[in-house]
């Protein structure tokens, strides 16, 4: 199918993007990299009169380090995090997440932004974003304001993004140093989504756990944190068992939706064990 006719924008500034935003309201839709909204378009689960495309805006690309965080533009590509030696150093669990995203062709166009944006349980970045404490600046025609991702995420395809702002910047404070991370992901081919994915951020001191964050892909409507298995490992010894029983406690916090990928007995146990492969994976990376 092809889509419905629409008026296409490439506006040059984040201001005439937010104008066309406020111009035609609920009959425009924002254009990033457009991997989740031009096959929704053609298959006219989407069909806005207008397209504003991000593609030309060059302040919605790139990424720094501002002190103790670090930021990046809304508008950078998945290419363009795999090679960036501050994330290598700084949060190579992005790099690590970005490597495992469809494949070349999509992450040479993908961008960070609109993978968060589109609020997707499925894509990769949310689950991270929450494992990583990220901010997200978003700017409308009254201002910037900057959301955790926590307060985000608000269901399937729904997020604390009003119609009329533009997602600008992912601010990511820096793990703690010595902390160990991973995002581990099943999934039946490359290209696919996950049947089930773990992002972890771990810190070990004298061999207790003094801090630990769990993100959950394609779990539950929306990403979310595995706050049960979380707690249960805050303080503890980080050996097999508490793995293993903080990789049960994910699995029973879990609400899949049964698919061609499994049905929900199935991916509650593969949610299970991506918490324990990358718990057991963000250990060995731990420091200090």
Known sequence: MIPRPFVYHAPESLQAAIALLRDHGDQAKLLAGGHSLLPMMKLRFAAPEHLIDLGRIAALRGIELVGNEVRIGAMTSEREILASPLLAEHLPLLVETARQIADPQVRTKGTIGGDIAHGDPGNDHPAVMLALGAHFVLVGPTGERVVQAADFFLGTYVTALEPDEVMTEIRIPKPAAGSGTC?????????????????????????????????????????????????????????????????????????PGADLRGDEDYKKAMAGQMVQRALRTALSRCTG
């Open 183 to 255: 995002y581990a992901k099943l999934k039946r081919k490359t290209g696919d989504f996950a049947t089930a994915a773990a992002a972890v951020v771990l810190r070990v001191e004298q061999g207790r756990c003094a801090s630990v964050a769990i993100g959950l892909t394609n779990l539950a409507p929306m990403a979310m944190r595995a706050e049960a298995a979380e707690a249960a490992l805050s303080g503890h010894p980080v050996d097999g068992a508490a793995i293993a029983q903080a990789g049960r406690l994910a699995a029973e916090a879990c609400e």
